[in-house]
């Protein structure tokens, strides 16, 4: 296992169209994140999985968005009636913790999103 | 909540500069801090860290101390090389009350040689 990994890594998709997006997390990490970054920005939280329960969803989480981790493993995010706003870098971070311990995330590369 | 504030870019140096990137927080408790590092084209890697006051977190020729007088993170270098560039993200999981990282807005990093 060489790290968290996202697929695709790129998607172009026009406005109205749903997408979806694929995460793999380190494979013994219990806790899977998704953040959004923009251009010239940090990343955004986004929501927070531990095992396959979704604890934490980000005001920014319309219902428009959908994250699952069935498994406790790999997560997807899905976005349905794209918007133009919508274009960004997803980014998943995954880490091993227990508790409210302070843990490093290890991120992947991010899917870059372009509605046109 | 949490927040993290940097220091706006970009920051131009030349090669062998002394870089200072000013990071201060607001937490409830007191939580761990962290620097993040994204070269051009990549993901973000942890670069240091610090799990409490008065913790130096160091990497690369890089450091950061946590002053909890002061709340404050800087990432500092004494000398900096063209393969630094980058965009350098402070960022802080809370102590308390959740489990989300939060990051500040990003100090792009141009070097010169």
């Known amino acids: 296992d060489t790290g968290v990994s996202q697929d695709p890594r790129h998607k172009i998709t026009k406005r109205g169209q749903n997408v979806t997006f694929r995460c793999d997390p380190i494979s013994e990490h219990n806790r899977l994140y998704w953040y959004r970054q923009t251009l010239g920005q940090g990343p955004e939280f986004l929501t927070y999985f531990q095992n396959e329960a979704q604890l934490e969803k980000s005001r920014l989480l319309s219902d428009r968005f959908s994250a699952e981790r069935p498994k406790g493993s790999f997560s997807t995010l899905e976005i349905q009636r794209t918007e133009q706003g919508d274009s960004a870098m997803y980014l998943c971070?995954?880490?091993?913790?227990?508790?409210?311990?302070?843990?490093?995330?290890?991120f992947g590369q991010g899917t870059r999103l372009t509605v046109v | 909540g949490n927040s993290v504030t940097q220091m706006e870019g970009p920051v131009t140096l030349s090669e062998e500069a002394f870089l200072t990137i000013n990071c201060t927080y607001t937490?409830?408790?007191?939580?761990?801090l962290f620097w993040y590092v994204q070269y051009p084209g990549e993901g973000l890697q942890l670069l240091l860290k610090a799990t409490k006051a008065d913790d130096k977190g160091s990497n690369k020729g890089f450091e950061a101390t946590y002053r909890k007088e002061t709340t404050s993170f800087h990432l500092e270098k004494g000398s900096v090389q063209v393969s630094d560039s980058a965009v350098y993200f402070c960022?802080?999981?809370?102590?308390?009350?959740?489990?989300?990282?939060?990051f500040g807005a990003g100090t792009r990093l141009f070097v010169k040689a």
């Open positions: 937490a409830t408790g007191y939580p761990s």
């Open positions: 960022a802080s999981p809370p102590g308390t009350g959740g489990f989300k990282t939060i």
């Open positions: 971070a995954s880490s091993l913790g227990q508790g409210l311990g302070n843990t490093e995330a290890f």
